[in-house]
């Protein structure tokens, strides 16, 4: 496998001129390389500690047939006034065709900084340290904006927690859409009104000949996310990625958007990367589970067994802030902060507000074990001469999920 870590500089998608495509020398081009080389000045005086982390375990040596996506080491950070901030260390995951992996955490773990990589939208001030995001016989973090263009949208698509960020204010809806139509599949305006008025209909807009005249603030924030969803939708994506698409909505509203995604998957053979900090969503909707703290993953597995069977001192906090459906009342907040990304922790990130902590957690940062086939987890609770614990947590889970059924079960399909 190619781990050329050697390549530590990719210039951010919105420095990257087009003319940087452009094969022949002109002044432009030796303007922007002088960019570059400020860039990796800066990051030699300032180098990632980590790096040369190696790629754990838990990433097949070799993606499988199904996998469609891979990130591999990827390593980000931002240059700000205060110093380097180390966003994304080291993350590793393999979205499989027609799945949904759920990356969870709380804020500020490196959950929207990971997906904006995947789509080529980071912020100027990005640098990526390393690794690779392998797409289509791609590596994405060496693609040029012109190929992103081709791919953005049109291949991998996504949704924000703010719809009205991705919604021109001035535009009427149904013109958005039909847009989007045209630039995909170059219809004519009659025949992308019609399927646009389709699209509506498909994501529960009602009236939708009515809708289609109106503008953004005429919807609901309910609404406005389906109008968001139909548009993605238009581009005909492989790979959507919903990050925090419902945290804006309150909860029936948040249900209904959820059960849309999950249709629309089934329906579509969508491939599904859904970002949220609930867990409460994620028993929902996910397949597969990536735990994520501090810029890193640190439980990774199918649904069922990070749920029955968590391993990772944060996703037992995460579950136990989880408010419970049968008494609905929070449980408990996770005490403590998050770390300062400037200055992450030497061990493991999460020592410090982890009451199972151990001497080594502060010193050494704890390699991936593996639990399962399906289920890892960064913890030196795993290593063998670590004590056991008994995790009482077990039973809650499991009622959880029983609510969660009989929600489904009663939902609209
Ligand atoms: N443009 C930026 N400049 C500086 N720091 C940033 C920038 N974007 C994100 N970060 C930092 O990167 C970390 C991860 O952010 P993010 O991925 O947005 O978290 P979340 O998991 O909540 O989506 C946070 O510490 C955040 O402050
Ligand atoms: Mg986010």
């Known amino acids: 496998m190619d781990k050329n870590l050697d390549k530590k500089i990719v210039v951010n998608q919105e420095f990257d001129d087009t003319n940087l495509n452009n094969e022949q020398e002109n002044p432009k081009k030796l303007q922007i390389k002088g960019n570059l080389f ?3 000045t800066l990051q030699e005086k300032y180098p990632n500690p980590d790096t040369d982390i190696e790629i754990p375990e838990y990433l097949s040596l070799a ?8 990130v591999e080491n990827l390593h980000i950070s931002f240059r700000t006034p205060n110093g380097i901030v180390r966003a994304v260390r080291g993350v590793n995951f393999d979205l499989k065709k027609g799945e949904t992996l759920c990356i969870v955490g709380e804020s500020g773990s490196g959950k929207s900084v990971t997906s904006r990589a995947i789509m080529g939208i980071l912020a100027g001030n990005a640098i990526i340290d390393a690794g690779h995001i392998f797409y289509d016989g791609k590596d994405l973090v060496e693609c040029k904006e012109k190929d992103f263009y081709a791919l953005r949208g049109s291949k ?3 949704i924000f927690q703010d719809p009205l960020s991705s919604l021109n204010p001035i535009m009427r809806v149904g013109k958005q859409l039909t847009e989007a139509l045209r630039l995909k599949n170059g219809l004519d305006r009659e025949t992308a009104k019609k399927r646009a008025l389709e699209l509506m209909k498909e994501v529960g807009i009602p009236q939708p000949e009515k809708r289609f005249k109106q ?3 005429q919807f609901s924030g309910g609404m406005r996310q389906r109008i968001v969803i139909a548009i993605a939708l238009a581009m005909e994506p492989e790979i959507l990625i919903c990050d925090e698409p419902t945290t804006a909505l309150d909860v029936t509203i948040q249900a209904q958007i959820l059960d849309l995604i999950k249709k629309l998957k ?3 053979g969508l491939t599904i990367i859904f970002i949220t900090h609930d867990l409460g969503v994620v028993a929902n909707m996910a397949d597969r589970i990536a735990v994520m703290y501090a810029g890193k993953i640190v439980e990774y597995g ?17 579950l136990e802030s989880m408010p419970s459906l049968a008494t609905s009342k929070r449980l408990s907040a996770i005490p403590g902060t ?3 990304m400037i200055y992450p922790p030497k061990g493991d990130a999460f020592a ?7 001497k080594i957690d502060f010193e050494q940062q704890p390699p991936f074990f593996k639990i399962n086939d399906n289920h890892y987890a960064a913890t030196w609770l795993l290593h063998p001469d670590a004590p056991k614990l008994e995790n009482s947590l077990k039973n809650r889970y499991e009622s959880q999920r029983k609510l969660h059924h009989i929600q489904e079960d009663n939902s609209h399909e």
């Open 38 to 40: 400020k860039r990796k």
């Open 63 to 70: 993606p499988s047939e199904d996998t469609i996506l891979r």
């Open 156 to 158: 991998i698509g996504m």
């Open 215 to 217: 503008y953004p603030f």
């Open 266 to 268: 089934k329906e579509k």
């Open 302 to 318: 199918n649904a069922s067994d990070v749920f029955y069977d968590p391993r990772h001192p944060y996703t037992w906090a995460l």
């Open 338 to 340: 998050p770390p300062n």
């Open 352 to 358: 410090a507000r982890n009451r199972y902590a151990m």
